[in-house]
């Protein structure tokens, strides 16, 4: 049986498949993060655009 980290536990209870699990967790983490938020900008706002009219000047 594996011994679980506990509130206040000292490092040598943590174990291999803790350490796993938070790693894979993390990645998982970063991983949704940069699919949620990309960083390049040209990725956004690729809709259509509105421009303003201008009204032509009466002569």
């Known amino acids: ?3 679980r980290i506990g ?3 000292p490092l040598k209870d ?3 498949r ?3 699990a ?3 967790l993390t990645a998982v ?7 949620l938020f990309p960083t ?3 990725r956004e706002a690729k809709g259509p655009q509105v ?3 201008v009204p032509a000047s009466a002569r």
């Open 1 to 3: 049986m594996t011994k």
């Open 7 to 9: 509130t206040g536990a």
């Open 14 to 16: 943590f174990t291999r």
């Open 18 to 20: 803790d350490f796993l």
């Open 22 to 24: 938070s790693s894979i």
């Open 29 to 35: 983490g970063f991983a949704a993060a940069l699919l």
């Open 40 to 42: 390049n900008h040209d």
């Open 51 to 53: 421009t303003a009219q």
